[in-house]
Every structure is written in structure tokens, then in C-alpha cells.
């Protein structure tokens, strides 16, 4: 079946320093994977996305990066900051339909 | 330009109950999907709604139904509350030949 999930529930960061959240997922015909944070009493909001044609991808701040042969997910915060602690979801839409598929999460705390 | 926005923003219902939830997608947006999260979890896929018709559903029993208006704006329904009912409901709304979704800021159901 389908199922994506996380390796850490908790991940602490020293403010300043590049955070890395990992993720694996089990389908391999999943062809879109999405990054969302989640800030408390907040709804998900999108970070990047990346499609399976595509090994990395940047957005302002964050890389993601794909390794399809172990199904493995990655997102890179650069210069990590207070304003970017939250629960980071990684998200399959494989279907290419409104079914996203999420993970449990990753807490991402900034140590001062 | 507004974004997703969900009414209300809390709401306690009791066991048995019927409860309404409501949906404005973000402007332009035509596709709405529903999504439940409970406590310390990722969102579950409810259903979707394009062109006033539920396109697609996730594991969810009959219990949980919805309504897209012609405006897109959507409602969902939840009939004979069960305690487990209670989560963060999640609106997502797109644009159908688009991928990303947009999420609002959730409505919280507590069920007693």
C-alpha cells in the first residue's frame, strides 16, 4: 500500500545552521512529492515541490532532493532561523489528483 | 487576493450531533478537497470537489458529506458526531490543471 513517512519526529537546530529533514516513501510509482509546514494553529502551507524527472530542486532558502532508487526524500533549510519552527510534512500526490498523501511530520526546533 | 478561508474557527459539538463546516477556496481557484487531522498527525484525504461533483474520496464513511456551490465554495457535513470525530478539518483549494494545493487555516471540531 501506500505510506509515507519520516525517520525523526523531533529535529533540533542550532539557529544559523542548515537543517535537513528526511522522509521515505514505500510507492514507487509516486511521481510528485511535496514539502508543507505547518505552524501551530495553522493550516499546511506549501514550501516546493519536486516532480520525479527532477533529482533537486531550490526554492528561497530550501533544497529538496529526490533519490528514487531508495525512495528517499529530503529538505535542506539553509541558515535556519526562529521563524521556521513548525511540523514539516512530506506529501506524496502520485496521482497527480487532489489525494495528498502525508506523512506523521517532523518538529523542527530552533535552539537559540 | 484572499486565500483559503475556513468558518468556523472552533466549534464543540456532542455525541450524535450534526455539524456543517464551510469553505471559501482561494480566488480562482475551482477544486476544493477536504482533509482531517488528528492530534500529532498528518492530514487524511477526505474527498474533492470539481464543478459541483464529489470526484474523489478517501476512507471515510457516508457519515461525512459534502457540497460544492456554484461560486466553488464548499461545505462539508459531518452526521452522528463520534468522539473520534474530533480533529482539525483541513480546505484545500487549486486550480484543476494545476498541482499545488492551498490549505486554510483549518476549523477544530471537539466532539464530548
Known amino acids: 500500500g501506500e505510506s509515507v513517512g519520516l525517520h525523526l519526529p523531533t529535529l533540533s537546530v542550532q539557529e544559523g545552521d542548515n537543517s535537513i529533514i528526511n522522509c521515505a516513501y514505500s510507492?514507487?510509482?509516486?511521481?510528485?512529492f511535496i514539502w508543507y509546514k505547518q505552524e501551530s494553529g495553522k493550516g499546511p502551507q506549501f514550501i516546493i515541490d519536486?516532480?520525479?524527472?527532477?533529482d533537486k530542486r531550490q526554492g528561497q532558502r530550501v533544497t529538496v532532493l529526490l533519490n528514487k532508487t531508495v525512495k528517499h526524500l529530503s529538505l535542506q533549510i539553509a541558515a535556519t532561523q526562529p521563524g521556521d519552527s513548525a511540523v514539516y510534512f512530506c506529501?506524496?500526490?502520485?496521482?497527480?489528483?487532489?489525494?495528498?498523501?502525508f506523512g506523521k511530520g517532523t518538529r523542527l526546533h530552533i535552539l537559540p | 487576493d484572499a486565500g483559503v478561508t475556513q468558518s468556523p474557527t472552533h466549534l464543540i459539538k456532542t455525541r450524535g450531533q450534526q455539524v456543517t463546516l464551510r469553505c471559501s477556496p482561494k480566488s480562482g481557484h475551482d477544486t476544493v478537497s477536504w482533509y482531517q487531522q488528528a492530534l500529532g498527525q498528518g492530514p487524511q484525504f477526505i474527498f474533492q470537489y470539481y464543478e459541483e461533483e464529489e470526484r474523489q474520496r478517501g476512507n471515510f464513511p457516508d457519515r461525512f458529506s459534502g457540497h460544492q456551490f456554484p461560486n466553488y465554495s464548499s461545505e462539508l457535513n459531518v452526521n452522528a458526531l463520534l468522539l473520534g470525530d474530533s480533529a482539525l478539518y483541513l480546505c484545500?483549494?487549486?486550480?484543476?490543471?494545476?498541482?499545488?494545493?492551498?490549505f486554510g487555516p483549518g476549523t477544530r471540531l471537539t466532539v464530548l
Open positions: 506529501a506524496e500526490n502520485g496521482n497527480r489528483d487532489d489525494k495528498i498523501i
Open positions: 519536486i516532480r520525479s524527472n527532477m
Open positions: 510507492n514507487s510509482a509516486s511521481d510528485y
Open positions: 484545500a483549494s487549486r486550480l484543476q490543471v494545476t498541482d499545488t494545493q492551498y
